[in-house]
């Protein structure tokens, strides 16, 4: 056999020692796990809308109880999954000038669509923070609800602030979440007097419906000659509500009967889009408005017109021409869409004091003069 020269046997302990350096580093590469693309903050997009839109809403008080809703979106615009979404949800009230404050409550959950898989939003009452478990959200998948807040009698600024922590990875068992996002929102509360009673009344109220209305328990008086009590009924909206009231030139409405010079603009929308609502049929459920004229108003008129010859004229929108709002009785298929009906006029009026009370029923929203 022949023999290898020295400088063969050098060459092979070389070939020898590279592919032992090449296996172990091609055994190293398979025992690795797999690691998922890079994980980037901006993959979940996380969105709040605040009601009601104005910037501001009213404090509650006696008979009113005021809310304030959070709509928040989470969308997922990523190749990769998100894993452990958590909101946390805090509020916070700043003192009025008298030095006031008291806290935002949180009230109703409200899940969007009602179908959706819903996050268990727990609020301990110890804390008042609100907690809701999203979990995992899959490429381009979307997670929206709200959390709805009772307002506070007394405070200058509501603050929502939700932070958001979630991770990426292929699994729901991914290692804890690594990334965070704030969102913040504050509402100015409406406390300033005589116009946070009298004059404009803001809240939200969650599907279950409730009320709303100006002045003290919608008690009129020379100084407040106009209020406005709306019911709005129970449905799948949560609603972004609206009373504002003020005075206009005097019209005439129909033949020969000129208004007051009062007027009341209401406002129902869903709050979710911001559209106006429209409630079904005939009979209830149905917005029932009622409006009280005081007296101190009713004698600037000589004589004083009886309660069923006051005209009522409403027009949904500012680019409709108003018209006499009709009485209930006269068709049984009213109320229409943009077309209410005085479903009832009570005379309280005695001796110069007291007041008319006008109740209307209503499909949708609009504005009433007088």
Known sequence: MRAFSPLTHARVRAMSTALGACGLAFAALLAAPTAARAANASDLSVALDTKPGAGSVSVSRDGLSSYASYKIKFTNSSTNTVNQVVLTATTSVTPDAQGHAGPATYSVFVNLPATAPS????????????????????????????????????GATLTFTGNVTFSEGNSPNAPPASYTKKVTSDLQLITAQPDGYNVNVVTVLPPIGGSFFTGANAKTSAANVLTSSVAVPSSSYVTD??????????????????????????????????????FPGTTDPLITIVLRQDAASLTTHKPVPAVGTVPICYRPNDLVTPTVVPACASDPTLPHVDQPCVSRRSDFFKGNKGYYEYEIKARDNGRFDL
């Open 119 to 154: 996050p268990n939003c727990t609020a301990p009452p110890t804390t008042g923070t609100v907690t809701c478990q999203i979990g995992q959200l899959k490429s381009n998948d979307t997670r929206e609800f709200f959390l709805i807040y009772l307002v506070p009698a007394s």
């Open 241 to 278: 509500n609206n009373i504002l009231q003020g005075s206009a030139a005097s019209y005439a409405c129909s033949a020969g009967t000129f208004t007051f010079g009062l007027t009341s603009a209401i406002d129902i929308r869903n709050a979710a889009d911001g559209s106006k609502v429209y």
